[in-house]
């Protein structure tokens, strides 16, 4: 079992910016990708962005390019979301998991859930 805790989550005007985190404990094997996704109110989860155990390599929705920053530590098996020049249409819960296989931007694939921190951006 993996357990998952998400924080940083807020309220922020737009154009700001918010560092959500991740830690990770129990059964850390099963973290190969971290991944994170959202949901807005009434809408699908969506995937978010995604990083290697090693994080060599990351991955991003078109939507967020160039604007939000995936990271991580192993040594404190701990991932990071770095969020940029925040908009309204950010605003979400925003969800860590844990893939022990390969990428993938589907939550399907994900075994191990945060439960989830809030982001609300205001205009």
């Known amino acids: 079992q993996v357990q998952l805790v998400e924080s940083g989550g807020g309220l922020v005007q737009a154009g700001g910016s918010l560092r959500l985190s991740c830690a990770a404990s129990?059964?850390?094997?099963?973290?190969?990708?971290m991944g994170w996704f959202r949901q807005a109110p009434g809408k699908e989860r969506e995937f978010v962005a995604a990083i290697s155990r090693s994080g060599g390599n990351t991955y991003y929705d078109d939507s967020v390019k160039g604007q939000f920053t995936i990271s991580r530590d192993n040594a404190k098996n701990t991932v990071y979301l770095q969020m940029n020049n925040l908009k309204p249409e950010d605003t979400a819960i925003y969800y860590c998991?844990?893939?022990?296989?390969?990428?993938?931007?589907?939550?399907?694939?994900?075994?191990?859930w945060g439960q989830g921190t809030q982001v609300t951006v205001s205009s």
């Open positions: 998991a844990a893939n022990p296989g390969l990428f993938s931007n589907l939550p399907s694939r994900y075994n191990y």
């Open positions: 129990g059964r850390t094997s099963s973290t190969n990708v």
